[in-house]
Structure formats: structure tokens, C-alpha cells
């Protein structure tokens, strides 16, 4: 990858052409993969996943509420 030597190298303008060129490749071949049918619905399960749990944390605390009131009116 890098070569080690006594004397510094110079970055010319084509080095720095090549490695912009590399980063916007890989960034066009990851957008490319984020339209994949298999990662949108991943994407999605995983957020219908999260709303059922926040409902379902949102109806376990009244139920707690209502048996603690339930349970003070006893007393």
C-alpha cells in the first residue's frame, strides 16, 4: 500500500484525482446497495418492530397505573 523510503514523496494533482475517484466509486456502489428490496424491508421490519414495542410499553404502563389506583381505593 504505502511504500517507506528516506525521501518524501510528492502528491501530485493526478494522486489526488485517483483517491477522489476511489471515494466517489465506493460511495455510488453503497448507494446502489441501499436500494436493495432485501434492505428496505429489513429497514422497515425493523421499524414496525420499534412501534410495536413503544405501544406496547405505552399500554403496560396504564395497565400498572390502573392496578395502582385500583389498589389505593382497596386501602
Known amino acids: 500500500m504505502w511504500a517507506v523510503s528516506d525521501q518524501p514523496s510528492v502528491v501530485t494533482r493526478d494522486d489526488l484525482e485517483q483517491g ?28 414496525m418492530m420499534g412501534v410495536v414495542y413503544w ?12 392496578a395502582i389506583s385500583e ?3 382497596m386501602v
Not at 405501544?55 to 390502573?66: D, H, M, T
Open 20 to 47: 477522489a475517484r476511489k471515494i466517489i466509486d465506493t460511495l455510488a456502489n453503497t448507494g446502489e446497495g441501499m436500494t436493495n428490496p432485501v434492505f428496505l424491508k429489513s429497514m422497515g421490519t425493523a421499524a
Open 55 to 66: 405501544v406496547g410499553r405505552r399500554k403496560g404502563r396504564r395497565k400498572i397505573k390502573r
Open 71 to 73: 389498589l389505593a381505593r
